[in-house]
């Protein structure tokens, strides 16, 4: 039961140390600049940012602002381009620091909805990708047909259709003892080679 025990520890151990190893990153937007009005590049600022990402489902996204000077919300791309609120995902987020979970694969697309924010590059785009990869696709290649394999066909004792008669077995020959050839002079010689072969050691 001792051994048992220490092999499920083991396990469990393995299990947490490898859930650590795929665990999810936290991306602060911006890194250094936080979520601003970018003093140059505008949006290409946070479009340099985000090309070197990998985002995956499951990764946090952490906006630094300043509350009430900023805030986010996720839109749909029609907004994201027009820089409006139109088309929001879920309401505004106005007290800063923000960390939004990445919930789903696809674009995802967020704005500074104060002032003129967005039109002067306070807007990010990101693309998140699945944590699980897929498996590889079954073959469409049948496989081969198996080799006929022929079989010998099985002569029947009993195949009359040639005309020919099937001729019985013989039976078995009994051959007659020899007179004065029995068991008991059998047995009698066997035990006389036996005595012979005592004595010849013993002398």
């Known amino acids: 039961m001792a051994v048992f025990n220490i ?30 009005v970018p003093q140059a590049g505008g949006a290409q600022a946070y479009i340099t940012w985000a090309s070197g990402k990998n985002f995956m489902v499951g990764d946090t996204l952490t906006f630094n602002f300043t509350t009430n000077n900023h805030d986010v919300l996720r839109v749909q791309k029609e907004s994201f381009d027009a820089c409006t609120s139109s088309y929001s995902i879920g309401d505004v987020i106005s007290t800063g620091p ?35 990869t897929g498996a590889s696709p079954p073959s469409t290649t ?12 099985v ?38 080679t036996m005595l012979a072969a005592i004595v010849g050691l013993v002398f």
């Not at 092999?7 to 911006?30: E, K, Y």
């Not at 099937?166 to 047995?187: D, E, F, R, W, Y």
């Open 7 to 36: 092999g499920v520890t083991f396990g469990f151990a393995m299990m947490v140390l490898f859930q650590r190893s795929v665990a999810q990153t936290v991306h602060v937007v911006g890194d250094s600049i936080g979520w601003t």
């Open 98 to 132: 923000v960390n939004i979970t990445l919930d789903s694969t696809g674009e995802h697309y967020y704005i500074c909805t104060i002032g003129g924010h967005c039109q002067s590059g306070q807007k990010l785009a990101i693309t998140v990708s699945s944590r699980t």
């Open 142 to 153: 049948p496989p081969p047909p198996p080799s006929p394999t022929a079989t010998p066909p």
């Open 155 to 192: 002569p029947s004792s009993n195949n009359t259709s040639d005309g020919c008669v099937p001729t019985p077995a013989p039976s078995p020959t009994t051959i007659p003892s020899p007179p004065g050839s029995s068991s008991s002079n059998v047995l009698a010689s066997f035990l006389m």
